[in-house]
């Protein structure tokens, strides 16, 4: 499967975006998909995923403003995100991982995941 992320931008704080996932090839009951994002000076970090039954799953930072869905007929999976703040910027990736190396919707090592190129949030005060 071969993974593009897109829809990054800069917003004011209190604003709204939606990331794009473009997976080919991409069956819900055959791939968990997960976004992952990296700020400025910090580590990489998950967001939220989507395990293959169905479930999502968001880290605490983000659950309220961030919601994960997918349009199956086009293969599309998107992060909506709300309510931004400063401390949401950073750059975002999609990540489709084969089931088998799936845990909780989470790739069980980064290897085992195709990774976009990533989009980039700046969210400003």
């Known amino acids: 499967v071969q993974v593009a992320d897109s829809g990054g931008d800069s917003v004011q704080a209190g604003g709204s975006l939606r990331l794009s996932c473009t997976a080919s090839?991409?069956?819900?009951?055959?791939?968990?998909v997960s976004w992952w994002r990296k700020g400025s000076g910090k580590d990489r970090e998950r967001v939220g995923s989507?395990?293959?039954?169905?479930?999502?799953n968001y880290v605490d930072a983000v659950k309220g403003r961030f919601s994960i869905s997918r349009d199956n007929d086009k293969s599309i999976l998107y992060l909506q995100m709300n309510s931004l703040k400063p401390e949401d910027s950073g750059m975002y990736y999609c990540?489709?991982?084969?089931?088998?190396?799936?845990?909780?919707?989470?790739?069980?090592?980064?290897?085992?995941?195709?990774w976009g190129q990533g989009t980039q949030v700046t969210v400003s005060s």
């Open positions: 990540v489709a991982t084969y089931r088998e190396y799936c845990r909780g919707g989470y790739p069980l090592d980064s290897d085992f995941g195709a």
């Open positions: 989507l395990d293959v039954n169905g479930a999502t």
């Open positions: 090839r991409y069956r819900p009951d055959m791939y968990c």
